[in-house]
């Protein structure tokens, strides 16, 4: 406690009596009925602010979607009836929706003061500059999404404080740097998208601390490295595209459990090593386009055990075995592209029950025999 000034012993004995006669002025004073209402008020007011802040920094409005944003004469803002804002029902922001509007800018940290927010999406917009990394203080956002955008800089490592983040989408911008470890904080987050970017490093060690996570892209980035350990624990994804980096060393077998999977898309990247087996079990799996690698060893048997799979392009590898019968039991085949690889042996005749395929390649091996 900080005392008035003069002696401490007389400030004290001074001070002590007006503390008194405060507090039970306090007691005997009724507080505002509307304590409450005053206390909503002044959240709006801040995000009303807010609001006004990431106006300002919109330079150009084509289809004048924010004309809308305006207060009132009378000073009253209706900013929960502007175009692309929701509210709760105490008037609180709670999602900005503001899709292929055409907004040139950038983005105010203002935003930040929005506590209240769940949704941030500006897909398809022409804002640029860098992502503010006040963002990461919005506790309540589930879901930010920034696609088809034109932010530079780096990913900010405060975002990995957004406890409760779910959907975070920041592909087709120009990002720079590495993918913050920050991020693996987010223990809810089911989907990320950071495709399109000039992003460069290796994917985080702890990225299998995201144990929600279904939807995994970072294609056409300059990523480089082995996939982590910890990647093993990502058992419930469903559609992974690493392709278009420099990534290297081999899938790991684990991958086999992960049996909700429905599209690989890993091609255009230096993975070498065996093709795993184990994918024959992801039972769900409908593309598998791994081409353009350094795999090796044989094509696995197993993989005739995919019914549901559509596409399977392993070309431009270093593949060495037979081409296994076992991939006329796909029978959901439309697309088997083999070419450019070591294949030995003869073609299947197997491969004429493929009644869906559209399209086989098997150029640049080494087959022989007849055609069946």
């Known amino acids: 406690m900080v005392l008035c000034s003069g002696t401490g012993s007389t400030s004290a004995v001074l001070l002590l009596p007006v503390l008194a006669v405060l507090v039970a002025v306090a007691l005997l004073v009724p507080a505002p009925a509307s304590a409450a209402g005053v206390a909503g008020a002044s959240v709006r007011a801040v995000q009303l602010e807010a609001l006004l802040a990431f106006k300002k920094g919109v330079v150009e409005d084509p289809l004048g979607t924010l004309s809308d944003w305006t207060v009132r004469a009378g000073g009253v803002p209706r900013h929960c009836n502007w175009t692309g804002i929701a509210c709760d029902g105490a008037g609180r922001v709670t999602s900005i929706q503001l899709l292929e509007t055409g907004l040139r800018g950038t983005l105010t940290p203002f935003l930040a003061n929005i506590s209240t927010l769940q949704v941030l999406d500006l897909t398809s917009n022409a804002f640029a500059g860098p992502i503010p990394p006040q963002l990461g203080r919005l506790g309540e956002l589930e879901g930010l999404i920034l696609t088809v955008n034109g932010f530079t800089g780096g990913i900010p490592p405060e975002l990995g404080d957004l406890g409760s983040l779910q959907l975070l989408d920041l592909s087709n911008n120009s990002l720079s740097g590495e993918i913050p470890s920050r991020l693996c904080n987010c223990s809810a987050m089911w989907a990320l998208g950071l495709e399109f970017n000039n992003l460069t490093g290796e994917i985080p060690s702890c990225i299998g601390d995201l144990s929600n996570l279904e939807i995994f892209q970072t294609y056409v980035n300059n990523l480089h490295g082995e996939l982590p350990p910890s990647f093993a624990k990502l058992t419930k994804l469903k559609t992974l595209d690493l392709s278009a980096n420099n990534l290297s060393g081999p899938l790991p077998p684990e991958i086999g459990e992960f049996s909700h999977l429905w599209i690989v898309q890993l091609f255009q990247n230096s993975f070498s090593g065996e093709i795993p087996p184990g994918l024959g079990r992801c039972k769900n799996l409908t593309l598998l386009n791994i081409y353009s ?48 690889n070591k294949l030995t042996g003869s073609i299947p005749p197997e491969l004429g029950e493929l009644r869906s395929l559209q399209s086989l390649s098997l150029h640049a091996n080494r087959l022989t025999g007849t055609i069946p």
């Open 293 to 340: 690698n350094r795999f090796s060893g044989a094509i696995p048997r197993e993989l005739g055990e995919l019914e549901n799979l559509k596409a399977l392009r392993l070309y431009d590898n270093e593949l060495s075995s037979a081409i296994p019968s076992s991939l006329g039991r796909c029978k959901s085949l439309v697309t088997l592209q083999l070419s450019r």
